[in-house]
T-cell receptor, first 114, second 108 residues
Framework: GPKVLQIPSHQIIDMGQMVTLNCDPV?????FYWYKQILGQQMEFLVN????????KSKLFKDQFSVERPDGSYFTLKIQPTALEDSAVYFC????????????FGPGTRLTVL | GQQVQQSPASLVLQEGENAELQCNFS?????MQWFYQRPEGSLVSLFY???GTKQSGRLTSTTVIKERRSSLHISSSQITDSGTYLC??????????FGKGTSLTVIP
């Protein structure tokens, strides 16, 4: 079936550095999402994105976070600067439409902030 | 408040036994999915099931919209079924809300 890819699978960085997580969504999908899962905890929504704009974001989507998809390339999540509490697995997802359809999830990027 | 409640939180089965996992929603739902999360963390989508019953092999999902619940039935459990089962719901033109999951352990 359709696949969402995420690069890298693991990333270790020092607190205060910038990190960019990359997502290659399903090719004809229009809506993109980031979710965050701290180890052993619940998966939580961060942000969704359509037509170059953030549609909705949660309170977890801090000012240090930003998303973009320049020219139909990777959908990215940038964190600048990183903090210890940003350590988590970040999952990207995509769907054809917003609401009422299946979301396809990537395998996740495990981010460790030291 | 918590939109998605999963039960039980954990379950231990002997190989060959059946399991019934429940997901209850506090609001009306527009769509929902069941996922299997592998021990190393990656997600496998099991069912996209906004209503009715779907079956795939030993797995059956039933969603009853008006009762705001969905169930996942695993028949003849195998050791490789061990892991965490997540349900997620979308209340209407929004993102998904996830439950805390059911941790399943199947022993020989």
């Amino acid at each position: 079936g359709p696949k969402v890819l995420q690069i890298p699978s693991h990333q270790i960085i020092d607190m205060g550095q910038m990190v960019t997580l990359n997502c290659d969504p399903v090719s004809n999908h229009l809506y993109f999402y980031w979710y965050k899962q701290i180890l052993g905890q619940q998966m939580e929504f961060l942000v969704n994105f359509y037509n170059g704009k953030v549609m909705e974001k949660s309170k977890l989507f801090k000012d240090q976070f930003s998303v973009e998809r320049p020219d139909g390339s990777y959908f990215t999540l940038k964190i600048q600067p990183t903090a210890l509490e940003d350590s988590a697995v970040y999952f990207c997802a995509s769907s054809l439409a917003l609401g009422g359809l299946e979301q396809y999830f990537g395998p996740g990027t495990r981010l460790t902030v030291l | 408040g918590q939109q998605v409640q999963q039960s039980p939180a954990s379950l231990v089965l002997q190989e060959g036994e059946n399991a019934e996992l429940q997901c209850n929603f506090s609001t009306s739902l527009n769509s929902m999915q069941w996922f299997y999360q592998r021990p190393e963390g990656s997600l496998v989508s099991l069912f996209y099931n906004p209503s009715g019953t779907k079956q795939s092999g030993r797995l059956t999902s039933t969603t009853v919209i008006k009762e705001r619940r969905s169930s996942l039935h695993i028949s003849s459990s195998q050791i490789t079924d061990s892991g965490t089962y997540l349900c997620a719901m979308e209340p209407g033109y929004q993102n998904f809300y996830f439950g805390k999951g059911t941790s399943l352990t199947v022993i020989p």
